[in-house]
């Protein structure tokens, strides 16, 4: 459990938008562009799919899944990840 407490504390502590990552606005329109920085958002916090699964409670192939970009994910599973992982997306 403390190891789970250890990834939610470093977890709050991020605060960063998506223009963090160097993405230009044009760019978060595509559905490849966001798995890319979802899964490279989860292995800078080092976090596995499965950790990632659990604390968004989504299943681990879910996850999978959406970062594969094989899987038209809902917007509130997507959601769900980004806010674990301190992201938000903002849509015009």
Same mark, same amino acid.
């Given at each position: 459990?403390?190891?789970?407490?250890?990834?939610?504390?470093?977890?709050?502590?991020?605060?960063?938008?998506?223009?963090?990552?160097?993405? @230009?606005?044009? &760019?978060?329109? +595509?559905? $490849?562009?966001?798995?890319? /920085?979802?899964?490279?958002?989860? =292995?800078?916090?080092? %976090?596995?799919?499965?950790?990632?699964?659990?604390?968004?409670?989504?299943?681990?192939?879910?996850?999978?899944?959406?970062? @594969?970009?094989? &899987?038209?994910? +809902?917007? $509130?599973?997507?959601?769900? /990840?980004?806010?674990?992982?301190? =992201?938000?997306?903002? %849509?015009?």
């Amino acid at each position: 459990m403390a190891h789970l407490d250890e990834c939610l504390a470093r977890l709050k502590k991020v605060v960063t938008e998506l223009e963090d990552l160097g993405l @230009s606005k044009e &760019r978060y329109e +595509s559905a $490849a562009i966001l798995s890319d /920085v979802i899964t490279g958002e989860r =292995k800078k916090q080092r %976090i596995t799919q499965n950790q990632l699964g659990e604390l968004a409670d989504l299943s681990t192939v879910t996850v999978q899944q959406i970062e @594969s970009g094989k &899987r038209t994910a +809902s917007f $509130a599973n997507v959601e769900k /990840v980004l806010n674990v992982l301190g =992201k938000s997306l903002w %849509i015009k």
